[in-house]
Nanobody, 122 residues
């Protein structure tokens, strides 16, 4: 069974940084596309950054200064977020799917974690 668990969210002051983690299990980690998404209050979920097994990586134009990385030994991906702003307040989700392009269309992602809350104060 595919399982994803996001963690690392919390309350941070504007200008601060957070490193989110997503632990994956139940599938061959290196054979899937995986990415980070967020959903702010009253807004639709949007892609932040996704990567595919061929090594290509996508970063959303509206979300800058966010960097995805992975540790295959731990079956874990990370999202480093620096210089956070109040507009970054959202629930952040990780998701995975069978190999896909590096862009982050919601329809393509089959398996989702529960998400982790990030709140940025001014």
């Amino acid at each position: 069974e595919v399982q994803l668990q996001a963690s690392g969210g919390g309350l941070v002051q504007a200008g601060g940084s957070l490193r989110l983690s997503c632990a994956a299990s139940g599938y061959t980690f290196g054979h899937y596309s995986i990415g980070w998404f967020r959903q702010a209050p009253g807004k639709e979920r949007e892609g932040i950054s996704c990567s595919s097994p061929d090594g290509s990586t996508y970063y959303g134009d509206s979300v800058k200064g966010r960097f995805i990385s992975s540790d295959s030994a731990k079956n874990t991906i990370y999202l480093q977020m620096n210089n956070l702003k109040p507009d970054d307040t959202a629930v952040y989700y990780c998701a995975t799917t069978k190999p896909y392009g590096s862009k982050c269309p919601l329809f393509a992602y089959e398996f989702w974690g529960q998400g982790t809350q990030v709140t940025v104060s001014s």
